[in-house]
Nanobody, 128 residues
Framework: EVQLVESGGGLVQSGGSLRPSCAAG?????????IGWSRQAPGAGREGIAC????????HYTDSVKGRFTMARDYEKAIVTLQMDSLKPEDTAVYYC????????????????????WGNGTLVTVSS
């Protein structure tokens, strides 16, 4: 059963914008989890870049995207979005949403912990 589904990736020129979204599947208790966005560039590990804790709306960001990306969470619609502005070629990656009790930012390998719920990802390509 698919729990999280991302959409809205694509190809954009450097300096452009994209707004991927992540929708929770029916039966998934969206409000009970912290929801985060992570990305994985070619040949790299997964990096947590933005997250909103369960029950609140204030997002947290990693330094690499702070000031350029804005995460929002709609509890009623069970959707999170990631407004990505001023995109750079180094933002090229597969972007995933994930759900857990906690938020994780930065290199996810450092936590020695498996986040239980992931979407399949959406590819974002930024051309120079």
């Amino acid at each position: 059963e698919v729990q999280l589904v991302e959409s809205g990736g694509g190809l954009v020129q450097s300096g452009g914008s994209l707004r991927p979204s992540c929708a929770a599947g029916s039966g998934f208790t969206f409000g009970a989890y912290s929801i985060g966005w992570s990305r994985q560039a070619p040949g790299a590990g997964r990096e947590g870049i933005a997250c909103i804790m369960s029950g609140i709306s204030m997002p947290h960001y990693t330094d690499s995207v702070k000031g350029r990306f804005t995460m929002a969470r709609d509890y009623e619609k069970a959707i999170v979005t990631l407004q990505m502005d001023s995109l750079k070629p180094e933002d090229t990656a597969v972007y995933y949403c994930a759900a857990d009790a906690n938020c994780f930012l930065g290199n996810l390998d450092q936590y020695d912990y498996d986040i239980p719920f992931w979407g399949n990802g959406t590819l974002v390509t930024v051309s120079s």
